[in-house]
């Protein structure tokens, strides 16, 4: 979030200084701090003049290259990016979405490799106690398999597909042309949603269960327990039989 804040003071003077002379602020129009500020937070774009130290292993500021007439020059009064500020801003969502996208597809293809075409991984959900009698025929396995051969091209187009997106937005970044790769972006993150739902289609359909209508109880009886539950009722008949009164000898 990002919250904008104008004040009264058309010119005030700030701690800067520049050639002896101290900074003033309009902040009556903070468009500057604005642009600035979401450009940080949504882009990740910092100054100029903040640099990295090793030896104090922080950022400190290094006010030789607070340089440009950009938001993020302290120094000057100009609002609009840079052409170099707009390229660190393509290039940076460009290896957002290429991670995001990397990772959802190894995900996808994770979940496809601990699948198993066979019947030891059908599973049967029960709720609340209540079974559900179902018709698992024996040769469920091969009609799986047989099932996933019919979605295998289409796994594999949507796979090629993406990976060639990958090569097609690294080519076009490999040439510096980073607004015409971003434009690639959107229909990258919808074939990479259209793969993983496609995998999690594919997963489903594996697990093909016809049940019926019909729901009972199972109840299943142990004859094991019947002689504790006779040995428990004698003890409680023992314990809690009414007794007869003593007669009272004087």
Same mark, same amino acid.
């Given at each position: *979030?990002?919250?904008v804040?104008?004040s009264?003071? #058309?010119?005030w003077?700030?701690?800067? &200084?520049?050639?002896?002379?101290?900074?003033?602020? =309009?902040l009556?129009?903070p468009?500057?701090? !604005?642009?600035?500020?979401?450009a940080?937070?949504?882009? $990740?774009l910092?100054?100029l003049?903040?640099?990295?130290?090793? #030896?104090?292993?922080?950022?400190?500021?290094?006010?030789?290259?607070?340089? $440009?007439?950009n938001?993020?020059?302290?120094?000057s &009064?100009?609002?609009?990016?840079s052409m170099? &500020?707009?390229?660190v801003? !393509?290039?940076?969502y460009i290896?957002? !979405?290429?991670?995001e996208?990397i990772?959802?597809v190894n995900? #996808?293809i994770y979940?496809?490799? *601990?699948?198993?075409?066979?019947?030891?991984?059908? /599973?049967?959900?029960?709720f609340? &106690?209540?079974?559900i009698?179902c018709?698992?025929?024996?040769?469920?396995?091969?009609?799986? @398999? +047989?099932? @996933?051969?019919?979605?295998?091209?289409?796994?594999?187009? %949507?796979?090629?597909s993406i990976?060639?997106?990958?090569?097609?937005?690294s080519?076009?970044s490999?040439?510096?042309?980073y607004? =015409?790769?971003? +434009?690639?972006l959107?229909?990258?993150?919808?074939?990479?949603?259209?793969?993983?739902?496609?995998?999690?289609? /594919?997963?489903a359909a594996?697990?093909p269960?016809?049940?019926?209508?019909?729901?009972k109880?199972?109840?299943? @009886?142990?004859?094991t327990?019947?002689? !504790? @539950?006779i040995v428990?009722?004698?003890?409680?008949?023992f314990?809690?039989r009414?007794?007869?009164?003593?007669? %009272?000898i004087?």
């Amino acid at each position: *979030m990002i919250i904008v804040v104008q004040s009264e003071a #058309a010119s005030w003077e700030s701690y800067l &200084q520049c050639n002896g002379r101290s900074l003033v602020w =309009d902040l009556r129009w903070p468009t500057k701090a !604005a642009i600035a500020a979401t450009a940080e937070h949504l882009a $990740g774009l910092l100054p100029l003049h903040l640099v990295y130290s090793q #030896a104090h292993e922080a950022a400190i500021e290094d006010w030789t290259w607070s340089v $440009g007439c950009n938001p993020l020059s302290i120094t000057s &009064q100009g609002w609009h990016l840079s052409m170099f &500020q707009s390229d660190v801003i !393509a290039r940076s969502y460009i290896v957002t !979405a290429l991670e995001e996208s990397i990772q959802a597809v190894n995900a #996808a293809i994770y979940r496809l490799i *601990m699948e198993r075409t066979s019947i030891l991984s059908l /599973t049967i959900s029960f709720f609340d &106690q209540m079974y559900i009698s179902c018709d698992l025929n024996r040769n469920l396995a091969a009609q799986s @398999f +047989k099932l @996933f051969k019919t979605r295998e091209r289409n796994l594999v187009d %949507k796979y090629n597909s993406i990976v060639g997106l990958w090569r097609r937005i690294s080519t076009i970044s490999g040439g510096l042309r980073y607004h =015409d790769a971003v +434009k690639l972006l959107s229909l990258l993150e919808d074939a990479s949603s259209g793969f993983t739902d496609y995998v999690n289609s /594919t997963i489903a359909a594996l697990h093909p269960i016809h049940c019926t209508r019909e729901r009972k109880v199972g109840i299943e @009886f142990d004859l094991t327990t019947i002689p !504790a @539950f006779i040995v428990v009722f004698v003890i409680l008949w023992f314990v809690l039989r009414p007794r007869r009164p003593k007669p %009272k000898i004087n």
